[in-house]
């Protein structure tokens, strides 16, 4: 959640080649060098936010620092990104996760 150019996801490939891996990254930019670096690696790359909610979230878009905000009173330029909520995509996709590695830029206690 939040593997921005996927090295976590890389190096989990690396040391786990056997089990299956999901790279979770907004950031349309971010997204673009993820799935071109997990290409033929058997990397799956969602294009979502993860949140308590499926919907629609506002994310500033800052290279390595972008984040998914709440208070748009910020400066920074912004989009909107489509977030899903783990426990639905999890139940949607069959999938029991064993490790969850979490890099969401301060939001990890739920600001």
């Known amino acids: 959640?939040?593997?921005?150019?996927?090295?976590?996801?890389?190096?989990?490939?690396?040391?786990n080649p056997k089990v299956m891996i999901y790279a979770f990254e907004p950031?349309?930019?971010?997204?673009?060098?993820?799935?071109?670096?997990?290409?033929?690696?058997?990397?799956?790359?969602?294009?979502?936010?993860?949140a308590e909610n499926d919907g629609a979230l506002s994310f500033v878009l800052n290279h390595a620092a972008s984040r998914v905000i709440s208070d748009l009173s910020t400066d920074e330029q912004s989009i909107s990104v489509t977030a899903v909520a783990l426990d639905s995509w999890v139940l949607a996709n069959a999938v029991l996760p064993s490790?969850?590695?979490?890099?969401?830029?301060g939001a990890e206690a739920g600001r």
């Open 1 to 15: 959640i939040g593997a921005y150019h996927g090295i976590y996801s890389l190096l989990a490939r690396d040391v």
């Open 27 to 50: 950031n349309p930019i971010s997204l673009q060098v993820l799935r071109h670096a997990c290409e033929n690696k058997d990397i799956h790359v969602v294009g979502n936010a993860v």
């Open 99 to 105: 490790l969850i590695k979490i890099d969401v830029e």
